[in-house]
């Protein structure tokens, strides 16, 4: 079965510094990898994806993640952090259809500084 | 272009009653999930549907909670006999027939507060 940790629960970073949210996934296959974003009180808002390809993948508002097969690691990355970036995120391993459509890592709340 | 909606977004009820929430997917989608989230942690799979057909579901879903989607469009999300630790944010995501990534289109989920 597929799975999803994110090491940090909470992360406070200073506007305009640069930004890593670490994931790892166990997953027998090839995965298919999300980052979500979670603003407070919230549904979850689609990030970016990795399907194949490249393994640097481009999201919105500026965020991008680099899959490595090699550490099992989808970390998510953003040059420079705006506050309206403080939200929870979080990485998600996909395996098709029903239960194992998405697999959630328990997430990572960030927080701005001014 | 509408997207998944939910509703009430919020519901407070009382230990023991009974609540229903509601989800409307993506027009085109035929496929159907509900999952929950509780504070701190990331959403767990509850039960999915294709079409009408509930086609899986998880332990965390027990007999107080039957979810239904009678005509294969909104589905409903029953629980009966509310207890404190059905807490939790409630959300509703959809698919299309030919997703085979997992990718999924969430709403803005429902939240749930017993008392």
């Known amino acids: 079965a597929q799975s999803v940790t994110q090491p940090d629960i909470h992360i406070t970073v200073s506007e305009g510094a640069s930004l890593e949210l670490r994931c790892n996934y166990s997953?027998?296959?090839?995965?298919?990898l999300f980052w979500y974003v979670q603003s407070p009180g919230q549904g979850l808002q689609l990030l970016l994806k990795y399907f194949s390809g490249d393994t640097l993948v481009q999201g919105i508002k500026g965020f991008e993640a680099e899959f490595k097969r090699s550490q099992s690691s989808f970390n998510l990355r953003k040059p420079s952090v705006h506050w309206s970036d403080a939200a929870e995120y979080f990485c998600?391993?996909?395996?098709?259809?029903?239960?194992?459509?998405?697999?959630f890592g328990s997430g990572t709340r960030l927080q701005v500084q001014p | 272009d509408t997207g998944v909606s939910q509703d009430p977004r919020h519901k407070i009820t009382k230990r023991g009653q009974n609540v229903t929430f509601r989800c409307d997917p993506i027009s085109e989608h035929n496929r159907l999930y509900w999952y929950r989230q509780t504070l701190g942690q990331g959403p767990e799979f509850l039960t999915y549907?294709?079409?009408?057909?509930?086609?899986?579901k998880s332990r965390l879903l027990s007999d107080r909670f039957s979810a239904e989607r009678p005509k294969g469009s909104f589905s409903t999300l029953e629980i009966q006999r509310t207890e404190q630790g059905d807490s939790a944010m409630y959300l509703c995501a959809s698919s299309p027939r030919d997703e085979k990534t997992g990718e999924l289109f969430f709403g803005e989920g429902s939240r749930l507060t017993v008392l």
């Open positions: 998600a391993v996909g395996a098709g259809t029903g239960r194992r459509a998405l697999t």
């Open positions: 997953y027998g296959a090839t995965p298919y």
């Open positions: 549907f294709q079409n009408e057909a509930q086609l899986e």
